[in-house]
C-alpha cells in the first residue's frame, strides 16, 4: 500500500488541510474557517469530516498513514494538548491530538506552526540537503525553528527560538515580552506599521485617516516608492540582519529561511539583512550565511505536518 499524509494548518481564522502524496506533493487543498469559539468538539468534527471527504479520493491502492496538525503556540507536543493560544479561547487546554485520533482512527501528531512550517521547509523546500537550518518567521511577531539533523532543536523547556527578543538597542523601545529594543519592535508587522506611522507623523504628513494599520500596508506602500515605507523596511531588515548574525555566530549554522507575512517583502526585507549580516559577525561566518525567502509559503506547515505524522523517528 502506498503511504499518504494529511497535513492540517489550524491558524486563528482559518483551517487549511492537504492530502500528501508519496511524492511528497499536496494533490488536495481544503480550506475552512477555525470558528473556534464553537469548542474543540466542533473543530475536530469539522477537520475529520474534510479528512473523511479526502479519503474518498485516495487511489485504491493507497491508505493513510496518519494526520499532522499544527497550530499557535503556546501548545505541548509532548502530551497532545494546546495551550491558552490568543484568540482562540474554544481551544484553551484541549487535547486535540487524542481527540482527532480517537475521531478518525489514525496516528495523529501536533506541534506548534513554526516548526512544522520550519520542518516542512526544511525536508521538502529550501532546507533540502542541508545539514540544519533556522527557519525565521517575520509576521505578527518574530520567532524561529532551529532544526539540526532534520529535527528540531527544542531547549529544555521547548522554548529555543525566540530570536524576536534578541535586544538590539538597550534603551529602545519596551517591548510586550519585557525587555526593550527587541529584534520584534523594528521587524515584526505590527511594528512596522507604529513605526511607519510616527515617521509620517514626524515629517508632518498627516494622512492618519488612510495611515496603514498592518506590515503589509507598508510593504505595498514601500513597494510603491514610498520613501518613509521604503526606509522602515530597510531598517526592518538591518534588524533581522544583526539577529541572524547572532544566531549564526552561536550556532555555526549556515542557512536561514525567512518565511510569514512580513517576509512577502522578499529582498526589500532580505537584501538589507545579508548586508548587515556581514557587518556584525565574523567574516568567516557571515560569509558562509545565506538568508533565503521560503519556498514553500503556506505549504510549508502542511507538508510539515504531513513529516510529522508519517516521517518522524520516535
Ligand atoms: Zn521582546
Redesign the pocket.
Known amino acids: 500500500m502506498e503511504e499518504w499524509a494529511v497535513g492540517v494548518d489550524l491558524g486563528r481564522t482559518k483551517i487549511a488541510l492537504g492530502l500528501i502524496d508519496p511524492q511528497k506533493r499536496i494533490v488536495r487543498h481544503r480550506r475552512l474557517p477555525t470558528n473556534a469559539d464553537a469548542g474543540a468538539q466542533s473543530v475536530v468534527e469539522r477537520i475529520a469530516q474534510s479528512v473523511d471527504e479526502l479519503r474518498h479520493e485516495l487511489p485504491a491502492t493507497a491508505r493513510i498513514c496518519g494526520l499532522g496538525i499544527c497550530t499557535p503556540g503556546p501548545v505541548d507536543h509532548e502530551t497532545g494538548v494546546v495551550g491558552e493560544v490568543h484568540e482562540m479561547r474554544g481551544l484553551h487546554h484541549a487535547p486535540l491530538r487524542a481527540m482527532l485520533a480517537d475521531r478518525l482512527g489514525l496516528p495523529v501528531s501536533l506541534d506548534h506552526d513554526a516548526k512544522a512550517a520550519a520542518l516542512g521547509e526544511y525536508h521538502y523546500g529550501a532546507g533540502r540537503g542541508e545539514p540544519a537550518m533556522v527557519y525565521v518567521v517575520v509576521g505578527t511577531g518574530v520567532g524561529a525553528a532551529i532544526v539540526v539533523d532534520g529535527q528540531v532543536y527544542r531547549g529544555v523547556r521547548n522554548t529555543a527560538g525566540e530570536i524576536?527578543?534578541i535586544t538590539l538597542n538597550r534603551d529602545g523601545a519596551l517591548?510586550?515580552?519585557?525587555?526593550r529594543g527587541?529584534v520584534?519592535?523594528y521587524t515584526s508587522g505590527p511594528w512596522l506599521a507604529r513605526r511607519y506611522q510616527h515617521r509620517c507623523e514626524r515629517a508632518g504628513i498627516v494622512e492618519t485617516a488612510t495611515a496603514p494599520a498592518t506590515g503589509e500596508s507598508v510593504t505595498a506602500r514601500a513597494r510603491q516608492g514610498d520613501p518613509i515605507a521604503l526606509q522602515v523596511l530597510y531598517e526592518a531588515g538591518q534588524a533581522l540582519g544583526v539577529a541572524v548574525a547572532s544566531v549564526a555566530m552561536i550556532l555555526d549554522i549556515e542557512l536561514f529561511v525567512v518565511g510569514g507575512s512580513v517576509a512577502k517583502a522578499g529582498d526589500l526585507l532580505l537584501a538589507p539583512a545579508r548586508r548587515t549580516l556581514l557587518e556584525y559577525s565574523y567574516r568567516s561566518v557571515g560569509t558562509r550565511v545565506r538568508i533565503l525567502a521560503s519556498e514553500m509559503g503556506e505549504d510549508a506547515p502542511i507538508l510539515g505536518c504531513g513529516w510529522m505524522a508519517c516521517e518522524r523517528r520516535p
Open positions: 524576536g527578543h517591548c510586550p515580552c519585557g525587555s527587541c520584534e519592535t
